[in-house]
């Protein structure tokens, strides 16, 4: 068996700093709170638990004085803050300046249009939909999946509203100050017909002047540095990964075998380039305003950038 592990694998920049940070904290003190699990790996949670840290949510947050609260990479909202205030809860913030600065642009763009009472309408995980609206935003988040929607309605307010439907149909013609999709949550159609209709469909959603924002992955990059063959094992459940770049799509097969139980997923996204995006753009009545390679808004590059950023304007 020959198992190659990727040499960029491992934690992102954000997620070390914050384990850095409560390894110091906990040398020192034994005990630490942290508002949600400090990273998407149960081993290395429970490797931090068996050294004091504790994993709280807010209910839990609101409950709690004197004491230490970690802020993982993810970054928390101004009510947080407001707590720990109240309560006398010394907070150690480990937010990634990378999400940081994403959110501010997103936010100095909600700033600009909320005196006309403007919405951001998100595409994507209701997760995001809901920071946004905790920092301020009016905000709608769509999706597909109705298991999706079920799930984060049980978040709606006033100024958070989700709803099930599909992303290439006019949800609310000139409603929208801002459009968002993000962390590649497009691309999944089989033909670039629908592909147009949908970035024709968020034009539409937008009000004049209105900004859309698209974060999709950079193909050239991701085609060179393509690992066609991995293996994991993850408590205990067999991972076996193979990635192929054909017919201008990138594959992911995965077989996973738990027990006794096989399945089998793909994932297929088309590889679109910058000039695919600014075609569709150019089709849809908008043109692009501002482009990066990263989340620390770096200039694109094609050969080296790890993200396609776009902003277009209507």
């Known amino acids: 068996m020959n198992v190659t592990i990727d040499q960029k694998s491992g934690f992102c920049f954000g997620v070390v700093y914050a384990i850095e940070m409560a390894e110091e904290i906990l040398k020192k003190d034994h005990k630490l709170y942290c508002l949600g699990d400090i990273v998407h790996n149960n081993k290395e949670v429970d490797r931090l638990n068996n050294l004091g840290l504790e994993i709280i949510n807010h209910d839990q947050l609101e409950s709690l004085s004197n004491c230490k609260v970690l802020i993982r990479a993810h970054g928390e909202p101004p009510s947080t803050y407001e707590i720990a205030l109240k309560n006398d809860i010394e907070l150690l913030d480990a937010s990634c300046p990378v999400v940081l600065k994403l959110q501010h642009q997103i936010k100095e763009g909600y700033e600009q249009i909320k005196n006309i009472n403007g919405q951001v309408i998100i595409f994507g995980k209701e997760g995001h939909a809901k920071y946004f609206n905790e920092l301020g935003f009016n905000v709608v988040g769509i999706d597909l999946s109705l298991n999706s929607i079920s799930i984060a309605k049980q978040n709606e307010t006033q100024d958070l509203k989700f709803h099930q439907f599909d992303m290439r149909r006019i949800f609310k013609e000139n409603s929208f100050n801002i459009v968002t999709n993000l962390f590649t949550s497009f691309g999944y159609f089989d033909n670039t017909q629908d592909e147009q209709k949908t970035i024709n469909a968020m034009s539409k959603n937008l009000k004049k002047d209105g900004l859309l924002i698209i974060d999709f992955m950079n193909v050239k990059k991701i085609i060179k540095d393509l690992v ?66 990263s989340y620390n808004l770096d200039d694109f590059d094609a050969s080296k950038s790890e993200r396609l950023i776009l902003i277009a304007k209507k």
């Not at 991972?239 to 089998?264: A, G, Q």
């Open 228 to 293: 066609s063959k991995e293996y994991k094992e993850i408590n205990n459940v067999k991972f076996d990964i193979t990635r192929e770049f054909k017919d201008n799509y990138i594959l992911k097969n995965i077989s996973l075998t738990d027990n006794n139980v096989s399945l089998e997923f793909q994932e297929k996204v088309h590889a679109l380039t910058l000039f695919d995006f600014s075609e569709m753009i150019k089709k849809s009545g908008m043109a692009i305003v501002d482009i990066f390679g």
